[in-house]
């Protein structure tokens, strides 16, 4: 194994986030092409960021990936550094002179906006904000959601948008041996809502969801998902992207939705009512939403590339509470170049650019690299293609003037930063997963950093 232009010592790489995209890269780099160490960077003590933290807690097989992770984990070459915040315990400068590279997998952090009146009116939520309160997450432990209300609105129709209407719909009996956050259980128990709308801007034949988390929704003991026939009747377009092969999961929601609209009324206590060709306009009430105010779209284009067109028609929802699930955006980190637009790191396959120009040593990789797309597998590639081009670029990186994670550590120890180590994680885990036990429950999540360090004593 040779590192090329690099001195005779393993190649030193920074990887920023603890997610799906974080482990996959280290997993890559630690393959064996070259000698590499790899240090994880997490701002959280726990790992694995959005499966901790963005995975529903009623889909627990999706959170076995954590498997996979820890075997890369405790691999001699790889390094855990939780609870150290980059920018703050320690700079973006202070990375570059321990790490030849940085690859940051720091995903997509907040979320986009409906850009319409009344959107900040109490009762209006996003989905990053609701899904974080639930899974447990410390930044979002304070939060109140206000489910006083019998009518739900969700706006989006993609994978987060059914988790969150799923959580609404289901009892508290199918949710407490979850690991969901005590906190969110006990106010979920206290739940008024009996109807949720799920309102997609394009119709039946174009919604993101996939089709197991629609089917869910006909499996629910206390809940009737609702289509209203006639809006699958589809237009010509919509037909052909049904009955092109490469959209087989399009047609498959389509046959749910079909089966769910012939359903006789069965007299469940809720409803989960799916709206298709729908924008919001407005939110309407007095300090605190009581309706959404929708217009009526019409579908035009060609075959894959239908767009939304608002017809003039409007029509209302009344409702109490209101969560948009549009789509995720990452956050801008001073010193690294930033695509606003589109809310990532602009990159060529995962090499950071900079005015179209490769800057050497800083790569992205998962959501912060190509946008909120994808399944957690769909991450493994992403973040393939980045280290092998980090690879290649070997010859041209400039060797770290400091490549010592000693140094890190007694640098970041200097600052008061208590670092949580892989091992130190596992005795975390192993506390709440003790703590779950006593309740029936998966596991119990701290919800404080303060409680997970305090393990650790
Ligand atoms: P998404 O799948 O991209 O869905 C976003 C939804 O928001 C789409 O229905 C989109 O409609 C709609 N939308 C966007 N802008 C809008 C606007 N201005 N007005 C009304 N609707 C608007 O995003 P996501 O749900 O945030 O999920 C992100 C990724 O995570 C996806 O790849 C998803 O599959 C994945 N995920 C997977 C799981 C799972 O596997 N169980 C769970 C959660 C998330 P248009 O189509 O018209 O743009």
């Known amino acids: 194994m040779s590192n090329l232009g690099l ?11 603890s997610g799906p995209s974080g482990f996959y890269a280290a997993e890559e780099l630690l393959l064996g092409k070259v000698k590499a160490k790899v240090d994880m960077f997490d701002r959280l003590p726990a790992p694995f960021g959005l499966v901790r933290y963005g995975v529903a807690p009623d889909h627990p097989k999706i959170k076995n990936v954590i498997k996979v992770f820890e075997k890369t984990a405790v691999h001699p070459d790889f390094s855990f550094f939780g609870n150290v915040k980059v920018g703050q315990d320690i700079s973006f400068a202070d990375l570059r002179d321990f790490y030849d590279a940085v690859i940051f997998t720091c995903g997509a952090q907040t979320d986009n906006k409906l850009g319409i009146p009344g959107e900040d009116l109490a009762g209006s939520y996003t989905a990053t904000e609701f899904v974080a309160w639930y899974n447990g997450h410390p930044d979002y432990r304070n939060r109140t959601f206000d489910l006083s209300c019998e009518v739900a609105v969700v706006v989006g129709q993609g994978n987060v ?21 005590q906190h969110a259980l006990e106010v979920l128990a206290k739940s008024k809502v009996k109807e949720v709308h799920l309102i997609g801007r394009r119709g039946p034949a174009q919604a993101a969801f996939t089709p197991p988390e629609l ?9 009737d998902p609702l289509v209203n026939a006639a809006d699958l009747n589809v237009n010509p377009e919509s037909q052909e992207e049904l009955d092109n092969p490469n ?32 924008s919001p306009k407005e939110l309407k009430g007095n300090g605190h939403i009581e309706e959404l105010i929708l217009e009526k779209n019409k579908l035009s284009g060609p075959a894959g590339k239908q767009k939304a067109e608002g017809t003039g028609i409007l029509e209302e929802i009344p409702c109490g509470i209101l969560f948009r699930s549009v789509g995720y955006r990452g956050v801008p980190i001073p010193g690294v170049p930033f695509e606003e637009k589109r809310g990532v790191f602009p990159n060529l396959g995962g090499r950071i650019t900079e005015g179209g120009q490769v800057v050497l040593g800083l790569y992205a990789a998962g959501w912060i690299k190509r946008g909120p797309s994808g399944v957690i597998g769909t991450n493994k590639p992403d973040s393939a293609e980045t280290v092998n081009n980090l690879l290649a670029d070997i010859p041209s990186l400039k060797p770290c003037t400091k490549p010592d994670s000693q140094a890190v550590l007694a640098l970041l120890k200097g600052k008061g930063v208590k670092v949580v180590s892989f091992d130190d994680w596992k005795k975390i885990d192993a506390a709440e997963i003790a703590n779950g036990q006593k309740n029936g429950k998966l596991r119990e999540k701290f919800v404080k950093v303060e409680e997970m360090l305090a393990v650790l004593k």
């Open 7 to 17: 001195p005779e010592r393993p190649l030193r790489v920074a990887v920023i986030g």
């Open 161 to 181: 948008a059914m988790d969150v209407s799923r959580i609404l719909c289901k009892n508290p009996e199918e949710l407490k041996t979850t690991d969901i956050a």
């Open 215 to 223: 089917k869910e929704f006909g499996e629910l003991p206390d809940c």
């Open 247 to 278: 959209n087989a999961p399009k047609k498959k929601n389509f046959e749910i939705m079909k089966e769910y609209s012939g359903r006789p009324a069965s007299g469940k206590s809720k409803k989960f009512v799916i709206h298709f060709c729908k």
